[in-house]
């Protein structure tokens, strides 16, 4: 029997439970396995069964709640007013019911509307009270939410004083939080590099973060906010929704880059066809549009339902999809022996570009959907970035299909896999695995580690082929005449790399330090640990406490370096690496370095006029100081340019010191 030829109540407590499951995986796990639109199909579905038989209505229904995105481990505060989520609509038809509901209920009012990016990201209410920062909220059940403040204070555009005396005593201003695609994209090559499973979409990876409960932990990864309403007010400062844009501006809050005031449903949906136009230039991933009536005597007269206001919508535009043939399914091997699934497809047009590969994420996901070789699959760009297979046409599917059997043994080495238990992912145990050498040893010369020019992919794979390079140890080995083995390489091009393998014997620590693919360990919790060590030896004998001593090393990535050195194969990396003449650098101002910075803490804000910033950046290192991307009562300097934001309020504010390029380059003379 299909599930929706069930009998009302069978089908009815199908769905709650269905979206009990799907709600818990978004708010509090933030893994969704479904799509938003899929999502609400099964809510409006359920909805409409409880009209259908409102003797079975709950008062727990998912179709009355707001969801939940409370976990263990946070203080819970309360709203003042309460924080409720949004009805959403697909369609323009949808949208101009929306409108008549409300013409009907105000029928000698002009309606005003307010039309706002929608995006997608983590929501949070923030209270300002006497213009101080004093706490900041998840949504929570809608009454109450997750104190994050700590968590958000690691925001370098979120200010802790709102700039200014115009502003209310106390006021809850709303928004979200959300990563740019730049920082999304770094922190998913940091995993890839780590043989670990890259994050789906910017907004699961914001609410996982926000959720962390090492502040430490969150500050390495640089999440941004956008604040766009307000809650409780007191006393009431507004008249129309579209005041408060203005005024957030004013008070030096990160704000909408976009927004419409529009007289009329023609001129909101006219409004919604440009903000499409306009969204893929946002810093932010959008995914629909809210709109809202202007004058705020009206949304009071609207009121609310039990989940969400009357007065406002969300328009979300579907996400593109496309169908194609899943050609094969190819298990790639990571650097730390991750097997990890991708579908090879018949190359199709997607959100403007051309797709012939998604991810398949992990074993489970495979059964899940059932996806298997042969299939006309529908693939989406999760969060408009990573192409991934959604579902299966099973109706398309051929009639010798089987389906697919997960290797249990490595593709490269035929290593029997393994999985450990509470890990969805298997890996391959050979540290020999060819595979596995590549990536370690392209990893490692790459530019972000140690910049060995010369030694790309395709030199690589042939050494390891060759049976010339095992470990990293054996590239300090090759002789001349081992790399006059390369194909195609004459004596100027064994010469160059031969030079430029010496030349890395006494690379900078934190290059060698992220070269060694230690968990979690990226390239700026590398140079935080080459400072506080300024030796190999010293960090790979640190112990947990000294290790969370370090400014941007939470406890997560202490106990992944932990792990890394406790491990014998590890310790006697190091040893070889030095036996071969590997004597990496000390940065200036680390333990047994000095430099005229040595010690001090800078952030960079706005065009400086000779220098970019990453030359600002290198300078401030060689001569023993640290970079980080947030001004706090640690930070000893803000050098700032033309055109400084919110960072140069935030150092007048906290009494920082700030200077100009000339001011810093007199600093770098000593």
């Not at 009990?20 to 899929?38: K, V």
């Not at 009355?64 to 007013?81: M, N, P, Q, T």
């Not at 530019?447 to 060759?466: F, N």
Request: glycine share 8%.
């Amino acid at each position: 029997m299909n599930e929706t030829d069930l009998p009302p109540a069978e089908r009815i407590a199908r769905l709650r439970e269905s979206l009990a499951r799907h709600d818990r995986l978004y708010h509090r796990e933030a893994r969704p396995e479904i799509s938003d639109q899929d999502y609400d199909r099964l809510k409006r579905e359920l909805a409409d069964l409880e009209a259908a038989h409102p003797e079975l209505a709950a008062a727990d229904s998912p179709t009355a709640a707001v969801g939940d995105d409370r976990i263990e481990g946070f203080v819970r505060r309360r709203h003042r007013l309460a924080m409720l989520s949004l009805d959403n609509t697909y369609s323009e038809a949808e949208l101009r019911a929306f409108d008549q509901r409300l013409r009907k209920l105000f029928p000698d009012s002009a309606l005003a509307y307010l039309v706002e990016p929608k995006i997608d990201g983590v929501a949070v209410s923030l209270t300002y009270e006497n213009g101080r920062l004093v706490h900041g909220l998840t949504r929570g059940n809608g009454v109450e939410g997750d104190d994050v403040t700590a968590n958000l204070r690691t925001i370098a555009d979120l200010p802790d004083r709102l700039r200014g005396a115009d502003h209310p005593r106390l006021i809850e201003i709303r928004g979200e939080v959300y990563f740019t695609l730049e920082e999304f994209q770094r922190i998913n090559a940091e995993r890839e590099e780590a043989g670990l499973e890259a994050y789906a979409n910017p907004r699961n990876l914001a609410a996982g973060t926000l959720k962390q409960l090492d502040a430490r932990e969150v500050a390495r990864r640089r999440l941004h906010i956008v604040l766009y309403g307000f809650g409780h007010c007191e006393p009431e400062v507004f008249q129309h929704q579209s005041e408060v844009h203005p005024r957030l501006r004013d008070w030096g809050l990160p704000g909408l880059e976009r927004h419409w005031r529009a007289d009329g449903i023609d001129a909101v949906w006219s409004a919604i066809g440009e903000l499409d136009a306009l969204r893929a230039g946002f810093a932010y991933a959008t995914d629909g549009a809210v709109v809202k009536l202007d004058a705020l005597s009206l949304q009071a007269e609207a009121g609310f339902t039990a989940k969400a206001p009357r007065w406002a919508i969300a328009y979300k535009f579907a996400a593109e999809r496309a169908e194609t043939l899943l050609r094969a399914i190819r298990i790639q091997v990571g650097r730390t022996g991750v097997l990890t699934p991708v579908a090879e497809l018949e190359p199709v047009l997607l959100a403007g570009s051309t797709v012939s590969r998604a991810t398949l994420h992990n074993e489970d996901e495979i059964r899940r959907k059932d996806v298997r070789e042969g299939d006309t699959v529908v693939v989406e760009k999760a969060g408009e970035i990573i192409p991934a297979v959604v579902s299966v046409r099973h109706d398309l599917r051929p009639s010798d299909s089987r389906p697919f059997n997960f290797p249990k043994e490595c593709p490269e080495c035929e290593t029997p896999a393994v999985r450990l238990p509470g890990e969805v992912a298997w890996r391959c145990p050979n540290s020999a695995c060819p595979r596995q050498v590549r990536r370690r040893l392209q990893h490692f010369a790459s530019k972000a580690c140690l910049d060995i020019d010369g030694l790309g992919e395709a030199v690589v794979d042939q050494l390891v082929e060759k049976d010339l390079v095992r470990t990293l140890p054996d590239l300090y080995r090759l002789t001349r005449g081992d790399l006059l083995r390369i194909d195609h390489f004459a004596d100027k091009a064994a010469d160059n790399l031969k030079t430029a393998l010496d030349r890395s014997r006494t690379a900078e620590l934190w290059r060698v330090i992220h070269g060694l693919g230690i968990p979690q360990v990226g390239a700026t919790a590398a140079k935080d640990l080459a400072r506080a060590f300024g030796d190999l030896n010293r960090l790979a004998e640190a112990d947990l406490e000294t290790l969370q001593r370090i400014d941007g090393i939470g406890e997560k990535t202490a106990h992944g370096i932990r792990a890394f050195f406790n491990e014998p194969a590890n310790r006697a990396l190091l040893d070889d690496l030095a036996s071969a003449g590997l004597r990496p650098s000390p940065p200036a101002g680390a333990a047994g370095g000095d430099g005229p910075l040595a010690g001090k803490t800078f952030v960079l804000t706005g065009t400086l006029p000779n220098l970019t910033r990453p030359q600002a950046t290198e300078k401030i290192e060689a001569a023993g100081g640290r970079v980080t991307g947030s001004v706090s009562k640690k930070t000893d300097y803000v050098v700032a340019g033309e055109e400084a934001g919110s960072k140069l309020a935030k150092a007048e504010r906290l009494g920082v010191p700030v200077l100009d390029e000339a001011a810093l380059l007199k600093l770098l003379a000593g």
